[in-house]
């Protein structure tokens, strides 16, 4: 269980198999926009309206219940935009592992994390869904890829 309440999905297969470099990098890039999407989701929950899907139109009951997913362009499409236009996938590298208990993946270069950030900020369209829709429907439109929270 999360500090925040939630239930994290886990499997012991994906622990022991170790990420190739383009995952890394995708994991690294959603690390670093942690706070934008964060922000998103506080200035959802503190609007004093309703919550809405903007996937189904229907309530989102509870802040447990609330993702906040990328809109067209989709985060793969953004992390790839950016990813090409700054040489590749292997011009990025990754930040070795701290060893400090709790970690996660990081890009070297905080000068092209920064640069991706504020990509990420201006491109961005971040919408509030149902953590159902963002964990399945989603998922499964969007080829298989990762929630944005």
């Known amino acids: 269980m999360r500090l925040d309440g939630e239930v994290a ?5 994906a622990c022991l198999t170790p990420l190739g470099h383009r995952a890394q990098v995708l994991a690294a890039l959603r690390h670093a926009i942690t706070d934008q999407v964060a922000a998103v989701r506080n200035r959802t929950l503190n609007t004093g309206q309703p919550l809405v899907c903007s996937v189904t139109g229907t309530p ?5 219940e609330l993702h906040i997913d990328h809109a067209a362009p989709t985060f793969l499409d953004l992390a790839d935009e950016f990813i090409a236009s700054n040489g590749g996938v ?17 890009l070297e270069d905080k000068t092209l994390e920064g640069r991706w950030q504020d990509h990420h900020r201006e491109r961005a369209v971040l919408r509030p869904v149902l953590k159902r829709i963002n964990l399945s429907d989603l998922r499964r439109a969007d080829g298989a890829r990762t929630p944005a929270s």
């Not at 990754?94 to 208990?101: N, T």
């Open 9 to 13: 999905d886990f499997s012991w297969n």
């Open 60 to 64: 989102i009951p509870s802040a447990a």
């Open 90 to 106: 292997d011009a990025f590298r990754i930040l070795p592992d701290s060893g400090a208990g709790v970690s996660y993946i990081e």
